[in-house]
Structures are given as C-alpha cells and as structure tokens.
C-alpha cells in the first residue's frame, strides 16, 4: 500500500470509528463455493471487484452471479461510483452481462439527498461526470461556476487541470469545504495497475486550501446502514466482498458484518500482512478470485 494511502485511510477510520478494535490473527483463505453455503445476503463492491475499466469483468464472476441468483441469495451492488446515476450504472452493467434491479445498486451518490437534509447545500461547484448531476438535483443543489458559498462536491475520478484550479480558487476562501462522494484513493485497472482516484484528489485540494473535508460512501457507516436496512428481515449471514481493506474491508468491520478481500486488485499477497498492521483492519477471508471450485452446484 502506498504511504499516502494508507495514512488517507487512517483519517477515515479516525473519523468514522476512532473506537474501533484493532484486527487480530490471520484471514481465513477460503474458495466462493464455501461463502455461497454458509451467507445469505452478499453485499459486493463493483470497481476492482466484479468489473475494471471499459467494462472488464473479472473472469469467474458472471459464473458466480449466476450462482447468486439460482441460490435466491440477497444481493447488493455498494458503489461509491458517484459520478454515474443508478440508472446509467444499471445499463452499463448490463450491457457487459451483469443484471442488477434498481433497489439492489445503492452507490455513494443516491445517498445526497438524504446527507443534504443535514448540510443545506443550495449551491455548489461540481467535479464529477455528466450523469452524476442527476444526484445533485434530487438532492436540489445547483451546480454553478461561482457558488455563493465555497463549497465543492467531487464525484469524478478525473477533473481537468482547469476545474482543479477553479475549485482551488473556490477553496481558497474561509470556510470552505468539499464533499467528497467518492472516497476511494486508488482504483485497480484490469492489468493490475493502480491509479490514483478522488479520495487522492481531495487530500490534494486539502493540503493546498486547508480546506474542510466531508464524505459519503465507504467506508463510512451510512452506505452500509442503508444497505443492511434494505435486506430487513434478511439481515442474518451478511457478508462484503470487495477489494480494498481501507474502504470495503474497513467498512464491513465499522458496521459489524463478514468480509472477504479478493487479492490481487488493490492489495498484493505479498503485502496483506503489511497492510493489515498499517490499517489495523482484517477481512474474515481472502479469496484469489471468483473462479474457485465448482460454484454451479
């Protein structure tokens, strides 16, 4: 893990869970036949875990949805893709072969409505894709190019270099604070590289502006609350799986439920030990991937 990322996902446990217990032993390694017998509701992250860029899914993965859904399990896409609608989200998936029903995708962008309830934002400066605008207007903020407040909401995984120094002129005034809907701080590309994504971004706009930083998605404890809400009676033998222990693993321990890390995306074998100590966060289980076992029985 790279030092900038860890010490990022160490403010975010110091702010979401400072009273969190600290990871003890090893993650079980266990194969995804031996999760489908023993879970009931899986809650899966998407980037880096069942699909990549331009649409890459993982091999094995369209195999174990299959699995998912002839075993009627409960199901759950938590994204912090915030920069897409739910609705360009589903379509998306769908087109390279991953069927998911509009209350089973609840990413960190759905969740603005409600957070504004709390924070009033009227009008904002936007960092984020065209379809991630949809968030803001069920929110009612407007997206404008001088708000009357400085605030700025990032969404997108790659703002220009001309909207970074705009929303640095924003920041630069008193007060200002940015809304961070997307805090992961690297993405894993199919070949394995990682870039650095908007949780990245926005300790960059903090350090230049002392800017104040807010978050939505993982690993803090909404999106999981929310989630584990929506499989209410169903909300024994839960289960996250995802990529990165600073998010989808820290999340999962934050709100009290199972997690499986699949290596090999955000986080290398050689360096899952390193990390747990750095983090402090443990998954219950790694997995190599979706392509173990037989999962069709």
Not at 5 to 25: D, F, Q
Not at 204 to 230: D, H, M, V
Not at 242 to 254: P, R, V
Request: with cysteine.
């Amino acid at each position: 893990m790279h030092q900038i990322e860890s010490a990022i996902y160490k403010s975010y446990l110091e702010t979401a869970a400072p009273n969190l217990l600290k990871a003890k032993g090893d993650p079980w390694k266990v194969e995804i036949d031996t999760l489908l017998k023993h879970y009931g509701s899986f809650l899966l992250d998407g980037w880096g875990t069942l699909y990549s860029k331009d649409n890459f899914i993982y091999p094995g993965v369209l195999k174990f949805m299959a699995a998912l859904r002839k075993a009627n399990k409960n199901v759950r896409l938590i994204t912090n893709s915030a920069s897409r609608s739910v609705k360009q989200i589903q379509d998306d998936l769908h087109q390279a072969g991953l069927d998911f029903e509009t209350h089973e995708i609840i990413s960190s962008g759905s969740l603005l409505a409600m957070l504004n309830e709390t924070f009033g934002f009227n009008e904002v400066y936007y960092l984020g894709g065209e379809y991630g605008l949809k968030f803001l207007e069920e929110a009612k903020i407007l997206a404008v190019e001088n708000p009357s407040e400085p605030i700025v909401i990032l969404a997108g995984v790659h703002p220009t270099q001309e909207e970074i120094d705009k929303a640095i002129k924003i920041l630069s005034k008193e007060n200002s604070r940015v809304l961070v809907l997307n805090p992961d701080v690297y993405a894993p590309n199919p070949n394995g590289e990682k870039i650095p994504v908007t949780g990245h971004i926005a300790n960059a706009l903090k350090e230049k502006t002392l800017c104040q930083l807010l978050f939505c998605g993982k690993p803090f404890p909404l999106i999981y609350q929310i989630a584990l809400r929506s499989l209410i009676p169903s909300t024994e033998s839960v289960i996250m799986i995802g990529d990165t222990l600073g998010t989808d693993i820290a999340g999962a321990s934050i709100a009290g439920i199972d997690s499986a890390l699949v290596l090999g995306r955000n986080v290398k074998e050689t360096e899952l030990r390193d990390d747990i100590y750095s983090l402090g966060v443990s998954p219950t289980y790694v997995l190599h991937g979706f392509d173990y076992g037989d999962i069709s029985k």
